[in-house]
């Protein structure tokens, strides 16, 4: 788990992905963030609501990793932000390092 300062990211590649949420080129728009992230088992493999976290075990293979990411967003609508990723077995999570998050 890595926290971060408001508008940084951790800078990619970090870690093979285990599907295309992660390390992809952004989505163009609202539609295509949506359909990407419907096909993503890492989206599937943690959920958060009100607070909470609730992690599917079902969707995380045998020895991948659940990366996550949070940011604190300084803001009264959203107090943070948090990307989640699931790395492919084998691939090692590098450290993070902080660079300015863009759009």
Partial sequence: MTFLAPATRCEV????????????????????????????????AIQASSGTFHIFPEYIRPSETLVLEFSDERSAQ???????????????????????RTG
């Fill in 78 to 100: 959203a107090r943070w932000r948090m990307g989640s990723w699931l790395a492919k077995a084998g691939s090692p999570v590098k450290p993070c390092n902080p660079v300015p």
């Fill in 13 to 44: 590649p970090r870690f093979v992905g285990a599907d295309d949420s992660y390390g992809g080129p952004p989505a163009g728009n609202p539609e295509e963030l949506r359909e990407l992230v419907s096909k993503a088992r890492s989206y599937k």
